[in-house]
């Protein structure tokens, strides 16, 4: 760069992924006039385009991370962002820094530990003094029977799995007994290790930070998240049918608390340690009576809440990612547009079960059309010229806009009638019915 004249450096990006918050990622990423070129690795059907470049590696798989790197150095990547947390916990970024390669915005694997493992996130939290709940670890079936019945009140319990599960690890029980009984089937699914946990009570909200090892800028706007299936909150726990923001429920001043209680801990925490957490950190929350106590830590993005948080996020954000990976947030700030955000998420029918692929989607370009309307791809996939659903969670039609909130989530559902598929999609219908609430 040239001090002198003003000018600034142009880079191409590198992220790795294939869904909607990787979508949404690049999305704003191309948005900055230092970027170049989006390349996704390997993207979806609706990622190539303008700045964005898909490429035939899935950079989220191990066996591929050589392949990744090789790409990095042949395109001269300026900047690589690690979109989901399975490549975090194989140890992606550790892999590109002994390749040389330094501009990775994403934790290494000793920090990615902190999403991984139930129980390391547990033990930090105690040990930091971070508000969650009380809970107890489990290393077998029996241990959990007893923990059990220790833990539950008579509102019930949760189990939550010790290791990566997408998003369905947690499974709420009204009892005791209806705790015990899905022990077998929670071990098939995710394995012996469990951590029983007390069950909270109160609204959800998701608080994001970037983080460059030494600092954390948290993001001024909270988020809420829809895991289960169906309308009401009903049903088994998905990946996110969708989220809006800002949350009501966590105005100003309890994410400035969540930001001094739990992200700067966090942060400060693991860079005493030796190891520098640099990545994005997400904090999921519950409002309880005693105030706001953290359910678990993710190190990505959410999905879908990123949708909604792109739209909202005023700043550059290769500008920030690129200060992360310097280790020079300290003194700035994230600034949010005025107004909201929304985004209802199109399943195939049948999910989070078996679904099927394939199917050829309609109306993305009138939804498109729609005034603050963005529909970001997840599970699909282009063949020749025409998009087809490639997985469960296929589209995340988001709105945003300076009006109230209700005419942002009219504008979003008003998208979503645009665009169909063989059979329909599955889509709640409730998406920030929570904002009307407070």
């Not at 063949?383 to 969670?393: A, D, H």
Request: aromatic share 6%; glycine share 12%; with cysteine.
């Amino acid at each position: 760069m040239c001090p002198d004249d003003g000018r600034r450096d142009m880079a191409k990006v590198l992220l790795i992924g294939s869904g909607g918050r990787e979508h949404a990622l690049g999305w704003k990423l191309s948005q900055s006039e230092q970027v170049t070129e989006v390349h996704y690795a390997p993207g979806n059907g609706g990622t190539a385009g303008g700045k964005g470049r898909n490429i035939p590696i899935d950079g989220s798989k191990k066996e591929n991370f050589d392949a990744i790197a090789a790409w990095i150095q042949k395109e001269e990547i300026g900047l690589t962002v690690v979109g989901p947390e399975a490549p975090l916990a194989e140890g992606i970024v550790d892999f590109l820094h002994e390749k040389g390669i330094h501009d990775v915005f994403g934790p290494i694997q000793a920090a990615a530990r902190l999403e991984e493992d139930k129980f390391f996130s547990f033990d930090i939290m105690q040990e930091l003094g971070i508000p969650q709940a009380e809970g107890i670890k489990c290393h077998n079936i029996n241990e959990a029977i007893t923990a059990i019945k220790e833990q539950s009140s008579k509102d019930g319990v949760v189990i939550k799995a010790r290791g990566l599960t997408g998003g369905k690890g947690v499974k709420v029980c009204d009892s005791a007994q209806e705790a015990i009984d899905f022990l077998e089937e929670h071990k098939s699914r995710f394995g012996h290790e469990i951590l029983i946990s007390e069950r909270m009570f109160g609204q959800e909200f998701s608080v994001f930070g970037i983080c460059d090892g030494e600092d954390v800028l948290t993001l001024p706007v909270a988020f809420q998240d829809h895991k289960p299936v169906f309308d009401g909150d009903k049903g088994p726990n998905t990946g996110g049918m969708g989220a809006y923001g800002p949350a009501p429920i966590a105005p100003p001043e309890v994410i400035e608390e969540v930001h001094r209680r739990v992200m700067e801990p966090i942060v400060k925490a693991f860079a005493q340690r030796g190891t520098p957490y640099c990545g994005f950190l997400y904090a999921g929350m519950m409002m309880t009576e005693t105030g706001p106590r953290v359910i678990e830590f993710n190190v990505r993005f959410g999905d879908p809440e990123c949708q909604p948080a792109m739209m909202l996020l005023e700043d550059d954000l290769y500008d920030l990612l690129k200060k992360a990976t310097a280790g020079t947030l300290k003194g700035h700030a994230l600034r949010c547009r005025d107004g909201h955000a929304c985004c209802v998420v199109l399943a195939s029918k049948g999910y989070p079960g078996a679904v099927t692929k394939g199917l050829k989607i309609q109306g993305i370009e009138e939804a498109d059309a729609l005034d603050g309307v963005k529909v970001f791809h997840a599970g699909t996939c282009l063949e020749s010229t025409e998009l087809l659903t490639s997985g469960g969670r296929v589209l995340g039609v988001t709105s945003t806009g300076e009006g109230d909130f209700r005419s942002v989530q009219q504008q979003a559902y008003k998208a979503v009638a645009c665009i169909d598929t063989e059979g329909g999609f599955h889509f709640r219908r409730d998406i920030g019915a929570k904002a009307h609430t407070l």
